[in-house]
C-alpha cells in the first residue's frame, strides 16, 4: 500500500520533532558545530571540571538525538528514500564525530584514583553522575589509551555497515516473489508471510514458507558474509579491549551476573519435555500425522480467533491495562491520539514494529498492523516500550534515562501477559478460552524457548569464530539446523528451509539480544502476577522499575519490582505457567 492512501491519524506525528524537513536541516546545521571539548582535555581531574564537561556533552547529545530521531523515522517510513538515507547518515558521521572527539574523557576519568571516583559518587553536584563513577571503577580494566580509544570511536559508523546491509537486503532488496492468494496475484511481504503462516490453509502454508525462504536462498551466501563480519565486529571490540568471550563483553556491557544467562539456558534446557509434550498436543489437535515448521504458527482452535480493527484493538488493550492505573491508561490514551504510532504496512517501511524514545520528546512506536491477534499484543507490547522510556525520561536526569537493554523487553511483555490475563479473565467460553491458552503457550514458546535457542545459536557461532573458524553459509545453517532438532525435537518434520532461519532475523545484527527477550518474560511473569495477586503496592514498585533507568544495575531494579533472576526458581515459575497452561488446554480438548 502506499502511503498516501493512509489516514493521517494513522501515520506518526514528526511535526512533533521538526515541523519541517528545513526545520531539521537547520538544526543538523546548528549541532554540526560541536562545542569545544578539547578544551576539557587534560583538565578532568577536579569535581568543577568533570561536571563542566558532562553538563557540556549532554545537553549537545541531546540536540543530536532529537536530530537523529527525526532522521531515523523518515528513513523508517520508506528505506528507499535517498533523502532521507541522506540524512541518517549525515547523523551517523556525526555521532562518530562525537564519540571521536570525546574520547579522551573515559581514559582520563579511569586513570583517577578509585577513592577519587568514589568522593565524585558522592558529591552533591555530581548526583547526576553517581551510577556513572561507580561503574567506571568496574570498567577501569577494560579502558584504552586515548589514542585507542579514539581509534575504536571513529570505527563506529565501519562497524554499522554489517547492519545496515542486512536492514537495505531484508527490508528493501530482497525480491520475495508473487503468489496467489486469496484469489488474486499478490507481492509476498514480511507481514503477508505472517499472515499466512497463521492461517487455516495449510497448502497455502507450505507454499508460502518455501517460496519466502527460497528468496533467502538465493542470497544465502552473501547473507552469511554479511552475518559473519557482524560477529567478527563483536571480535574485534572484544579483543581490543581484552574481554575473555563476546558474550563475557556482552553480559559485562549490562551489568548481567553470568548467573542470569546460565539460569536461562538450565530452565529452558530443562523445559524442553514441556515443549515436545506441547507440540505433541498441537500435532493431535490439528489432526496430523506429522508436523512441520510451516504448522508451528496456526491457531489450535477453529472459529475462535480474535481479529479485530486497529481501533479496536487499542480499545481492548486499554482495557487489559487497567491494573496499571488511571494514569498508565490515561497515557496510552494520549499516545494514540496525539499520534505516536505509525500503524500500517506500506511500500519500503521498514517491517517487524518497535519503539524509540530518547530523552526531551515523547517515544514512537513503529507497527506493521494487520488485525491478528498477534498484532493486537503488538500493540501492548509496543507501548509497554514506549510508556517505560516516557517514565524513565521523565524522572531520571538524562545520565540516569536509558535504562539499559537488559531490561528493555521487561515493560512491554508485563503489558502482554496483564492483557492476555484480562482477556482468560473475561470468558468462560470454551473456544476462546482454549485460543488463549494456545496464544499464551505459542507466547513461551516463542519468547522463552525460541528467544533461548536463537542465543545458543549466537554464542556458538562467536564461539566458532572466537576459535578461528570460518563462518559460512554451510556451517551457519548446520548450527541452526542442529539446534533446531534440539529445541523441538522427534515430532517435528525439520524441513530443509529452517535451516537458514538465521539468515533473517534482524537482532542478530545486535548481538546477544536475544536472550533478554527470554529473560524478559520471564521477569514480566514474576512482576504481572505480583500485580494481580496484590494490586497497589506491587504496582508501585513496578513503577519504581519503569522509572529507574540505569539509576541501578537492572538486576538489582528487577529484584526490587518482584523478579529475582539470580535464582532460577524465577525461571522454573515460568515453565510452571507454561505446563498449567498446557494441562488446561488438553483437559478442555
Known sequence: MNRSEIDAKYQWNLGDIFPSDEAWETAFAKVSEMPDFASYRGKLNTAENVLSFLKCQDAYEIELLRVYLYAFLRNAQDE?????????????????????ETAFALPELTSL??????????????????????????????????????????????????????????????NLPEMEYEGKTVQLSHGLYGIILHGKNRAKREECFRLYYGAYRKIINTLAVIYAGNVKKSIFLKDARGFDSCLQMALFGEEVDRAVYDNLLSAVHGGLPLLHRYIDARRQALG?????????????????????????????VE??????????VALLHKGRTERWLDVYETEGKTSGAYSIGIFGNHPYVLL??????????????????????????????????????????????????????????NTQEKNIRKYLLNYFMDMIRMTLFRQTQFAE?????????????????????ALYYDLNKKYYGEGVVHDREIEIEWARI????????VYKYATGITA??????????????AVERYFAFLRGGCSKDPVTLLREAGADLTNKETFDAAMQQFLGALEEFMSLS
Do not use: C, W
Not at 510451516?294 to 479496536?312: F, G, I, N, Q, R
Not at 509497554?384 to 535504562?403: C, D, E, M, R, V
Not at 563462518?471 to 545453517?477: G, I
Open 319 to 328: 482495557k487489559g491495562l487497567s491494573p496499571l492505573g488511571a494514569d498508565y
Open 524 to 537: 514480566a511473569i514474576a512482576i504481572s502476577d505480583k500485580i494481580l495477586k496484590e494490586g497497589a503496592p
Open 506 to 513: 534482524p537482532h542478530f545484527y545486535n548481538a546477544f539480544y
Open 113 to 174: 584514583p578509585d577513592e577519587t571516583l568514589i568522593a565524585f559518587s558522592k558529591d552533591p553536584s555530581l548526583s547526576d553522575y553517581d551510577a556513572m563513577f561507580l561503574r567506571l571503577l568496574q570498567e577501569k580494566k577494560y579502558v584504552l589509551s586515548e589514542k585507542e580509544e579514539r581509534i575504536l570511536a571513529l570505527s563506529q559508523e565501519a562497524l554499522q555497515v554489517s547492519g545496515d546491509a542486512f536492514g537495505m537486503l531484508n527490508n528493501v532488496e530482497l
Open 368 to 425: 506493521n498492523y494487520t488485525k491478528t491477534l498477534t498484532d493486537i499484543f503488538t500493540i501492548a507490547h509496543e507501548m509497554g516500550h514506549a510508556l517505560h522510556s516516557y517514565f524513565s525520561n521523565k524522572t531520571q536526569p538524562y545520565a540516569k534515562s536509558q535504562y539499559k537493554i537488559f531490561v528493555a523487553e521487561v515493560a512491554s511483555t508485563v503489558n502482554e501477559m496483564l492483557l492476555l490475563r484480562y482477556l482468560l479473565a
Open 457 to 477: 545459536f549466537e554464542a556458538e557461532a562467536h564461539a566458532m569464530a572466537e576459535r578461528g573458524e570460518p563462518l559460512n553459509k554451510d556451517n551457519l545453517s
Open 288 to 316: 496430523y500425522d506429522e508436523m512441520h515448521m510451516y504448522d508451528m504458527h496456526v491457531s489450535l482452535v477453529e472459529d475462535a480467533d480474535l481479529t479485530m480493527p486497529y481501533d479496536e484493538a487499542f480499545d481492548l
Open 80 to 100: 528507499s528514500v535517498t533523502k532521507y538515507i541522506s540524512y541518517l547518515g549525515k547523523v551517523s558521521m556525526l555521532m562518530t564525530r562525537i564519540s571521536s
